[in-house]
């Protein structure tokens, strides 16, 4: 077994002013109080919030190179917005545009003008794009292809993270990956209920859509493995700032609430129970962070990192909320909390990009742990 | 004191006591008196009030010159432990009598701290310091009875750190006194203690009018405890420094077993297998990030953290490993009592592996003590109520 080059699993001073200026804009827009009312509102995401966070301070366009119209950075700066939204379940598109649907774009010629022009737009954040992906798919397994190319493209695809709302779709198809306006002809965006209420999910039907061609088939499908390998990776900071939250949240409800003529949380039993969901969190960090950096220094160890991140991180952000559902209380139980949304987000992102089992599954055969046979 | 000022140094030992032809120990006292042996104490005490950071410039030029080495790990309890609190609590005359056998090993230290009715509550110790004040000869001192346990390398050790109560009356923080304590004495009896795995690590320890001169007492009467929290903080942070390896220790046992005995693969053992192993990469990326901010100068609580992982870890690692040996793992190396000097997970087998990891979340503070730590200090939760901070130890129920 080798060991990589020692990663850096630090935050860098930049990266610290990049969270305090992220978290300073959720809070004043509202934090989870207004993810909570943004939910109840019929539309998929809160523009005002995204314009202030892709367009305002520029994150959308982190991934993407200066030249390309983005701010060169890496995917750690990429992590720590994560970290932040997941803190604060915002109801943005930042990983489904900013991080899924920019890196397939990078994945193909940035030299021409059709993958350089929606790039552009999405790295501003004038315009929101989407990978039309079902969310489970797992970086390494290739999505099935249900989507048929020639004069126009034709097929539906189901559990399409941020296609409501997005203005393009990144569809893979049999003959290639294509762009498709979400507004053009022959492209219905069927928006479905989602367990997430703050991260909406749409089936995708294109019947003779127009769209242009990105790539063919073999870079396609790279592009395409890239970016979920990446979103996936990305997908641990947001875990790791949702379970921040459900820590913290309820490390204070609990210190406060009296019963039985003392603190809830000076009683032993719920004490070790915060205490080992800290130690998780505190090691979801390490994994986290491991990941980032693999993805930002393009470590040959990435694959490895990012499968280990999401099978610890999954389980450690679902753990985190339930865990604050029920030391919450009755109170945990209810909609006027937000701890619902954590809860939601949680579960959802468990399945996103991959289940910890499936991660587990892509270990077995990256480190050698084969199972038995037949 | 630079890294080229340290290397002139250590170029000057080398060449006026060649290791290749210098006896062992001579060798050790002279970088002793070079003050290179921890160049943070003082100097005249084996350092030269260096960077502590800058240690690993004079041991990597030492170890590349073929120098011998103290084997710390040998006597880890003088060098962790006895070491720090002598330096901060000790007076001149102990800390030159001390630290220098401590440092080149001619003096192992043990601790003699826990006793049959204080473990995880320490500070209920019963063990008695009465004055001998009239003296016999040897001027004032104490008279020491009662019994320790749990006490490593007592057979070993020609002295060690001693807790005893020097007044019942007070609450039982506040009447323990610190000690250190003759092991060669007569009243001193170290009796092997067998445990689970068959060995005898450790020892129980009898204490019978042991005479202590007060000139080894390590600070004030009654000051005990605040001197005892110098040797726990330091017992604690034993951790980070060294790159772990991915894979390393109990894993890797079960894993090159997993790989070359395909016919011991279920589907079950393989989910736990796998889930372990991310478990055993979380927590040494974890140790990775806490060695880092250690050495920024950032000390971190993951430490007490880090301990708790490690101990369940290892405890549900070996269960496996066990597990999967099915037929073999039914069988046991050697249930001979011996007297290990170390702990060696990996130099036995599974069985051993088994029984001696489920001391991992006892020795050392239990994790359910280490869990109330990191409640209470790191997340700030309310403290448990509790009776006895107050009342004096003479009338605790025992």
Redesign the interface.
């Known amino acids: 077994?080798?060991?990589?080059a020692?990663?850096d699993?630090?935050y860098s001073e930049t990266e610290d002013d990049l969270r305090a200026a992220v978290r300073s804009l959720l809070t004043d827009h509202g934090g989870p109080t207004a993810a909570l009312a943004e939910a109840e509102r019929a539309r998929p995401h809160d523009p005002g919030l995204w314009r202030s966070l892709a367009t305002g301070m520029g994150t959308a366009g982190l991934l993407v190179p200066e030249r390309l119209g983005g701010q060169g950075a890496t995917a750690r700066e990429a992590a720590v917005v994560l970290e932040e939204l997941g803190r604060s379940v915002a109801a943005v598109p930042y990983l489904t545009s900013a991080v899924l649907a920019v890196r397939t774009l990078l994945g193909c010629d940035t030299a021409r003008p059709e993958v350089a022009g929606p790039l552009a737009a999405l790295a501003d954040g004038g315009r929101v794009g989407a990978l039309a992906v079902p969310l489970p798919t797992a970086p390494g397994g290739a999505p099935p292809v249900t989507v048929r190319g020639g004069a126009g493209l034709s097929g539906e695809i189901t559990s399409v993270a941020g296609a409501a709302g997005a203005d393009v779709l990144l569809v893979p198809a049999d003959s290639g990956l294509y762009a498709v306006d979400t507004t053009a002809p022959g492209v219905a965006v069927t928006p479905v209920t989602p367990l997430d209420l703050t991260r909406p999910l749409a089936r995708v039907t294109l019947t003779g859509a127009t769209a242009i061609l990105l790539a063919e088939p073999a870079r396609a499908r790279d592009a395409v493995a890239d970016a979920l390998l990446t979103g996936a990776g990305l997908l641990a900071s947001e875990q790791l700032g949702l379970a921040e939250w459900c820590?913290a949240e309820t490390?204070r409800y609990?210190?406060g609430r009296h019963q039985f003529g003392?603190?809830v949380?000076?009683?032993?039993a719920?004490?070790?129970r915060?205490?080992?969901l800290?130690?998780d969190v505190?090691?979801?960090?390490?994994?986290a962070?491991?990941a980032a950096d693999a993805l930002a220094t393009g470590s040959p160890d990435t694959a490895v990192a990012v499968a280990?991140a999401q099978?610890?991180c999954g389980e450690v952000a679902v753990r985190a909320a339930q865990e604050c559902v029920q030391l919450h209380g009755g109170i945990g139980m209810t909609w006027e909390h937000p701890a619902h949304l954590y809860l939601k987000r949680a579960k959802s992102d468990q399945i996103a990009l991959g289940t910890p089992g499936r991660h587990?599954?892509a270990?077995?055969r990256l480190?050698?742990?084969?199972?038995?046979?037949g | 004191m630079d890294a080229d000022a340290l290397r002139r140094r250590v170029a000057d030992l080398l060449a006026a006591h060649d290791p290749a032809t210098t006896d062992r120990l001579d060798f050790l006292r002279a970088r002793f008196d070079a003050g290179l042996a921890w160049i943070h104490f003082p100097e005249g005490l084996g350092g030269l009030g260096a960077p502590r950071a800058l240690q690993q410039v004079v041991d990597q030029a030492l170890e590349a010159a073929g120098a011998p080495d103290n084997a710390p790990r040998r006597i880890g309890i003088g060098l962790g432990m006895a070491a720090p609190t002598l330096l901060r609590h000790g007076t001149d005359a102990q800390r030159r009598r001390f630290l220098r056998p401590l440092w080149t090993g001619e003096e192992v230290w043990c601790q003699l701290f826990s006793e049959p009715g204080a473990g995880s509550d320490l500070a209920a110790l019963a063990t008695r310091a009465t004055r001998d004040g009239d003296g016999d000869g040897k001027g004032a001192g104490w008279i020491v009875d009662g019994q320790k346990v749990w006490t490593s390398q007592a057979h070993l050790a020609r002295w060690g750190i001693l807790l005893a109560r020097t007044d019942p009356d007070l609450p039982k923080h506040r009447g323990i006194t610190y000690f250190v304590c003759d092991m060669t004495d007569p009243g001193v009896d170290v009796r092997p203690l067998r445990q689970i795995t068959g060995e005898a690590e450790f020892n129980e320890v009898f204490l019978t009018g042991v005479r202590i001169p007060d000139t080894h007492r390590l600070g004030e009467v009654g000051e005990g405890w605040q001197v005892a929290r110098t040797t726990l903080m330091n017992e604690r942070v034993a951790i980070g420094g060294a790159r772990v390896p991915r894979e390393s220790g109990m894993i890797r046992l079960v894993a090159d077993t997993w790989r070359r005995r395909p016919e011991l693969r279920t589907h079950d053992l393989h989910q736990r297998l796998l889930r372990l192993w991310v478990d055993a990469e979380a927590a040494r990326l974890t140790a990775e990030r806490l060695g880092r901010r250690l050495a920024l100068g950032h000390p971190g609580p993951e430490g007490s953290g880090m301990k708790l992982a490690f101990a369940r870890l290892n405890q549900e690692i070996s269960g496996l490993e066990v597990e999967l040996l099915a037929e073999d793992g039914l069988g046991y190396d050697d249930w001979t009592l011996t007297r290990p000097e170390l702990v060696d997970f990996t130099g036995r087998d599974a069985g051993y592996r088994y029984l001696r990891a489920k001391g991992n979340s006892i020795e050392g503070g239990t994790s359910e003590v280490l869990l109330n730590i990191i409640a209470e200090r790191v997340l700030g939760l309310p403290p448990e109520p509790r009776t006895d901070k107050d009342a004096a130890w003479k009338d605790l129920p025992r």
């Not at chain 1, 077994?1 to 990589?4: A, R």
């Not at chain 1, 505190?282 to 994994?287: K, L, P, Q």
């Open positions: 077994m080798t060991t990589p020692p990663p699993l630090l820590l490390v609990t210190g003392r603190p949380g000076s009683f032993q719920v004490k070790h915060l205490a080992a800290w130690l505190v090691s979801a960090r390490a994994t962070r491991n280990v099978a610890h587990r599954e270990l077995a480190v050698n742990l084969p199972g038995p046979v």
